[in-house]
């Protein structure tokens, strides 16, 4: 009997007994996972953690990219996570702790999904600065996945910790506030925008501004945010596509609505509106304004 047939039908005796005559806890099988995979398969949770304290490593990788606890994971088995946590004092020095899965994650990126919060509050404290710097398949860091996650009580604890993980960028050099703006993750970008030596205007590879990048998802909360935080609203974008152009073209009449709204009450301020040059510029290009509007702005004798 092998540990594999063990995990498959055997008991907790059968388990420590193979392990006295030398058997390996953490062999793999023809398919390239272990024995921990096939009780999970079998719903013995009871095994499961006990093997862990006598020597099988849920860290430790299949033959192809992942292992057990991305298999816990995606699946949601509440009882085996339950396990896992209950364990994890003995698996946190594991040298295969920074196994990854298909698509690039460490444990610690798929510990933000909300989700798996009880995971989350298990292994944060084991973050260091070499983990903190891994980046999955599209080249977000922890960080940047607590940002697209949503998980904003998660990225202030990330930013008072490592604070270089503002400069994080992804593979297509989005940061953080792009990646809040494109999903409408206004708390998000209100946390982020806290940080006064934030660069609004900070292009991703396609010549993106979060700004841009907030109406090109409708967000108008988190357009309304970037606006008054002090993003210049006059701004093109991927194919240089005016921010106004790809609104009216989106049929996004709510967001095109905020964003006038907001044109109009900064140009009524006069000269000490410190974008009123490529305000007036912009507008004398793209003309985004019907003439009533632009009467209402004080910009008729402008454009």
Known sequence: MSVIDVAKSGTIEDWDLLLKEGADPNELDSYGTN????????????LFQHAITKGADPNSPYRTPGNVIFDVVSQNRTQFLNALITTSPIWKNSPNLLTRDREGNTIFHIAVLESMETLWESIHPWITEEVILLRNEVGRSIFLEAVVENRFEIVLYLLK???????HLDQEG?????????????EVCAILLEDDSLNLETKDQLGNTALFLSASCDGVESLKELLYAGANPFVWGENEESITRLLDREKFGHCLKTWKDFVIQKAILGDTYPFRKEMIQYIQL?????????????LVDFI
């Open 286 to 298: 793209e003309k985004p304004f019907k003439p009533e509007e632009l009467a209402k702005a004080k």
């Open 174 to 186: 989005k940061n953080a506030l792009h990646l809040a703006a494109e999903r409408n993750l206004d």
């Open 161 to 167: 910790t490592f604070p270089q993980v503002k400069g």
């Open 35 to 46: 024995a921990l995979t096939w009780m999970l398969k079998v719903d013995n949770v009871d």
